[in-house]
């Protein structure tokens, strides 16, 4: 190493300036002595109340050790330099690892008194070599006195969740507020009409039932369902039970709902309903080969408001030909591949050809009866029937109707009779006479009182709670 110093620019800091001697000449950067100082080459002399000497090499002279360039205040590479130790060794308060250090970073290495990533170094401990007041493993380091801002530790690694949350907790019910329903109907509707809808009392217990038999009756179906309405005595209401029932479905319902005439003696059950063609069950059989879509069999059909679709009997007094048992079943083969329901009103009959297709058929039966005793006298005939020709399963599948049923009329004991089809029969429903149905016009049910209406609701309900049982009988 030399002595010379070479400074590229004049430089008027203190730490230049040497020590006088005693003959007051100043010692000169480049180790000369003034006149009256001391030889060059001098070893320094340290003075007792000033610092101890950083880690000076004995073998470089000089107030400032230069090695392998020049060097001063700032640090440089390739050597040792000033008072900040470099490369290599262990050094002063500060350790730093295979790089420079000083105030301020160069290249080739982290430095500063804040570490950086790249290189150990700083007031903190790291991997790589022992130093400082304080030794940690690498992994962490510890605070000594006041230090720079401090770098925020990596988030723990967390396990992952067992399991995972469904959508459950993210359905309607559970994230909106539940509403009571406006009442529709009684004097709480029209406490909520005269306060402008701010009065919400909810729902009366009759509207609850209304809504609990709505629901009953949108049952899912799979498949077609077919239902044979008997009766051995005529005149007490099959047709039109046939019509208001079909009425109440198809307007309840989404999916198709038709209702055949199988009367052999022109039945009147297209008189129910808005007459929209004069074809009959015979036309559709006729030109059955050539009806492949809904379109096709919707113009054999007529429909009233409520969506019910009929297909007429023959009215034709001169055809002598009477539905046997294989137009029967041709005609149901054809439909059940475009309606859901199927209701057959039948004659009144049960030894009629066309009867044992729609008892091999059917998914249920309802026996209608009046409030009459001659009446629930034919009805009960009509069980026994079924239950001696092989028909007992679907007697215990089928639903009793003991229709049109004047309050406080008569002596019949109704109670005792609905006992008596109970015991017998799956259920047992009660119609209330109603001026509209005793018409004997075309059906409407906006035009029924609420008490039948309601009871239509129970019936089709009773009827649509088979619905679920019916996969496992498909034939």
């Known amino acids: 190493m030399t002595g010379r110093y070479e400074e590229p620019e004049p430089r008027h800091d203190a730490t230049w300036q040497s020590t006088v001697g005693a003959g007051g000449n100043a010692q000169q950067p480049n180790g000369t002595a003034g006149p009256g100082g001391h030889a060059s080459h001098a070893e320094q002399q340290a003075d ?25 205040p700032y640090q440089v590479g390739g050597g040792t330099s000033g008072p900040y130790q470099v490369s290599g060794g ?52 510890v605070e000594s006195g006041p230090s720079g801002p401090q770098q925020a530790q990596p988030y723990p690694h967390q396990a992952p969740q067992q399991g995972r949350q469904g959508n459950q907790e993210l359905s309607s019910a559970q994230l909106l507020r539940q509403q009571k329903r406006p009442p529709q109907s009684g004097w709480r509707r029209a406490v909520y009409v005269a306060t402008g809808h701010l009065v919400n009392l909810g729902e009366s217990p009759a509207d609850l039932r209304r809504r609990d038999l709505i629901a009953r009756i949108n049952q899912p179906l799979r498949g077609c369902y077919r239902i ?32 055949v005439d199988a009367n052999p003696d022109r039945g009147t059950l297209a008189q129910k309903i808005p007459l929209e063609t004069t074809a009959t069950v015979r036309h559709l059989l006729r030109d059955a080969k050539r009806i492949t879509r809904y379109s096709d069999v919707r113009a054999y059909t007529s429909q009233g408001p409520s969506r019910l679709e009929v297909l007429a009997s023959e009215q034709d007094p001169a055809v002598s030909e009477a539905f046997s048992e294989d137009d029967y079943r041709r005609t ?45 006298r034919s009805a009960s005939a009509t069980v026994d029937w079924l239950d001696a020709h092989g028909y007992r399963d679907l007697v215990s599948r089928s639903v009793a109707v003991i229709n049109s049923v004047r309050p406080r009329s008569g002596k019949v004991n109704l ?35 609420p008490a039948t209406r309601l009871a239509l609701l129970e019936l089709a309900a009773t009827v649509a709670d088979d619905f679920p049982n019916d996969t496992g009988r498909r034939r």
């Open 332 to 376: 149901v083969a054809l439909l059940e591949h475009f309606y859901n329901i199927v209701l057959t009103d039948c004659g009144t009959g049960l030894m009629h050809s066309a009867m044992k297709g729609v008892l091999d058929l059917a998914d249920s039966l309802i026996i209608v009866s009046s409030g009459s005793v001659d009446g629930a």
């Open 48 to 72: 007792p109340a000033a610092p101890a000497p950083l880690y000076v090499d004995p073998s470089v002279s000089g107030p400032y050790q230069l090695g392998g360039g020049p060097s001063g």
């Open 415 to 449: 109670d005792r009779l609905a006992e008596h089809f109970a015991a017998r029969c799956r259920a047992v429903c009660r119609v209330p006479f109603d001026p509209h149905l005793e018409e004997g016009a075309e059906i409407e049910l906006d035009r029924l009182a």
């Open 90 to 141: 262990s050094s002063g308060p500060y350790q730093v690892g295979g790089g420079y250090s000083g105030p301020h970073q160069v290249s080739g290495g982290p430095s500063g008194p804040h570490s950086v990533g790249g290189g150990p170094s700083g007031p903190y401990q790291v991997a790589g070599g022992a130093s400082g007041p304080h030794r940690v493993d690498g992994s962490q380091y």
């Open 228 to 259: 044979a309405m008997l009766s051995l005595k005529g005149g007490v209401g099959k047709t039109t039970t046939t019509a208001s029932l079909g009425a109440t479905f198809a307007s309840l319902r989404g999916d198709r709902v038709i209702a």
